[in-house]
């Protein structure tokens, strides 16, 4: 038997899929939760996430990423996160310094950043 290891990182929105082009896509905080959580029962380790504004639009906001992470902490528990290219705000520093799970965000393509 194949006892190698295999790290599954999902990423759940994409930055640029709407509802219009794939109806299943996760925008709004609950949904994108909802869908972290089915794909770490499922086995991925990591989940990469992108915020949407009420509008599906991408949007770099603070606040949509803490509501994102706090939902995703109550339902499971990734081993990472990695948040889109814009989330390097420091206010979220604080938020995930205490998370046993180790948070990144993309800084560049190719290259992240510890929060």
């Keep these: ?32 939760a909802c869908d972290a959580k089915r794909v770490c029962d499922l086995g991925a380790s990591i989940v990469r996430i992108h915020t949407r504004d009420k509008n599906g639009d991408p949007t770099p906001g603070k606040d949509v990423y803490r509501e994102i992470i706090l939902r995703i902490r109550e339902i499971c528990k990734p081993v990472a996160g990695l948040l889109g290219d814009h989330a390097g705000h420091k206010e979220l520093f604080h938020l995930v310094g205490s998370l046993p799970e180790q948070w990144l965000w993309a800084t560049k393509p190719g290259k992240v950043g510890k929060l």
């Design 1 to 32: 038997m194949n006892n190698q290891k295999l790290i599954i990182n999902a990423t759940l929105t994409g930055i640029v899929p709407s509802k219009k082009q794939a109806p299943f896509v996760p925008i709004t905080p609950e949904e994108i």
